[in-house]
């Protein structure tokens, strides 16, 4: 039995964009969060990606910006092919803040350019966020709690 | 993240900003550029204080599924 009482969540609010499709237009509500990144500790946009089982960013300009070098990364690249990016990504494991909670996160940089236009800035899968989070979804509230679980 | 980032992004009304980055310095809006490295070249040269720069997808291409 799950029971969060005696924990504190850190809490996001869902936020709104509209998606124009073929035939209709519509406003969507997508589980989008700040975290902080690297030594740096820039902050930067992610969609929580309950799909993804692993953490992506760009290369540009995101891990430009936080000093990340080719030469730094972690073995062999993985062809990605998820429904928010896709493309060749290496792996570099890199401190991720969510609140005042640190992880040492691989996250894999996507080659390709940042599409503005399309794309997310960082897609958090599931690998050590899920692990060290328990994660409620609040579609109705539009919110999405992070109850720590260590 | 109880910081001014997150107090901020909640308020954000990001389809106002859609295709477009925000720069943020302690919470607050700074500017806003289609170019994220411009963004960043000046919000780089701010010290001490807490740096944020949200992108947002464009309206028109963001995937529905």
Known sequence: MLDFSNKKPIIFSYKSSVVKTRLSKETIWRPVITVKVGKSKIGLSALIDTGSDKTISFMKPFGNWLGIDTDDFEGEPDELNGLFSSGPAW???????IGDYRFNVPIFWLTKPFDIESDY??????KVIFDN???VFRQKEKKVYFYPNR | ????TS??????DTKKYAGKCVGLVDGKITLTSKNPDEVFKKLNKVKNKEIAIICVPSTKNILAI
Do not use: E, N, S, Y
């Not at chain 1, 800035?121 to 599931?126: A, C, P, S, T, Y």
């Not at chain 2, 993240?1 to 001014?4: L, R, S, T, Y």
């Open chain 1, 91 to 97: 792996p570099k494991h890199t401190d991720l803040w």
């Open chain 1, 121 to 126: 800035q960082m897609v958090i899968g599931r």
């Open chain 1, 133 to 135: 989070f328990d994660i």
């Open chain 2, 1 to 4: 993240m109880g910081d001014k």
């Open chain 2, 7 to 12: 107090k901020a992004f909640a308020k954000l």
